[in-house]
T-cell receptor, first 117, second 112 residues
Framework: DTAVSQTPKYLVTQMGNDKSIKCEQN?????MYWYKQDSKKFLKIMFS???????INETVPNRFSPKSPDKAHLNLHINSLELGDSAVYFC????????????????FGEGSRLTVL | GQSLEQPSEVTAVEGAIVQINCTYQ??????LSWYQQHDGGAPTFLSY????GLEETGRFSSFLSRSDSYGYLLLQELQMKDSASYFC?????????????FGTGTRLLVSP
């Protein structure tokens, strides 16, 4: 059973299009994240949700809109795609504790590689 | 803000020992985590140091010195399958420690 699953795994599209990536976790975690990994492999957080509530919103263009219908799902919609959006997008989850991420352990999905032409 | 620096690449041969360093600058500190990521794969959690000293998990160990703002990951008896990127990470106190900030990453190449 896949713990954190993302679809699609690969996405190739033209500039200006709109696309969505879906994520689901079956770990029973309360917190989910979107991270972006660029071509230099730098991992940067974009958003985080806890029990459907947005708790982290980094400086991300408002073309990116996350949605969490329930605590097991976190989707990412991207409008008007640009060349610079090409990257691997990782969904992750973690249990929430009163001390935040207790050991810094996140559970990542396999990633969605987005290529904008 | 938080910043973590790592060497970009390290090379070693099978059976050897390699150390991957991480120096950090943070506005608050609450432990150092390490992740491994194979090409095309997901980052996976390796270890966590909340206190100074060495934590051992099989062939991998991780060390932390809070006074030096420094840590390292030590990989022993290297195997080809250890070729991957390794990231250190810290939790951001400005977000109630909910946000994990990653280092620049170190690519480890293990040769026969």
């Amino acid at each position: 059973d896949t713990a954190v699953s993302q679809t699609p795994k690969y996405l190739v599209t033209q500039m200006g299009n709109d696309k969505s990536i879906k994520c689901e976790q079956n770990l029973g975690h309360d917190t989910m994240y979107w991270y972006k990994q660029d071509s230099k492999k730098f991992l940067k957080i974009m958003f985080s949700y806890n029990n459907k509530e947005l708790i982290i919103n980094e400086t991300v263009p408002n073309r990116f809109s996350p949605k969490s219908p329930d605590k097991a799902h976190l989707n990412l919609h991207i409008n008007s795609l640009e060349l610079g959006d090409s990257a691997v997008y990782f969904c992750a989850s973690s249990p929430r504790t009163s001390g935040g991420l207790k050991t810094g352990e996140l559970f990542f999905g396999e990633g969605s590689r987005l290529t904008v032409l | 803000g938080q910043s973590l620096e790592q060497p970009s690449e390290v090379t070693a041969v099978e059976g050897a020992i390699v150390q991957i360093n991480c120096t950090y600058q943070t506005s608050g500190f609450y432990g150092l985590s390490w992740y491994q990521q194979h090409d095309g794969g997901a980052p996976t959690f390796l270890s966590y140091n909340g206190l100074d000293g060495l934590e051992e998990t099989g062939r991998f160990s991780s060390f932390l010195s809070r006074s030096d703002s420094y840590g390292y990951l030590l990989l022993q008896e290297l195997q080809m399958k250890d070729s991957a990127s390794y990231f250190c990470a810290v939790r951001d106190p400005n977000t109630g420690f909910q946000k994990l900030v990653f280092g620049t990453g170190t690519r480890l190449l293990v040769s026969p």
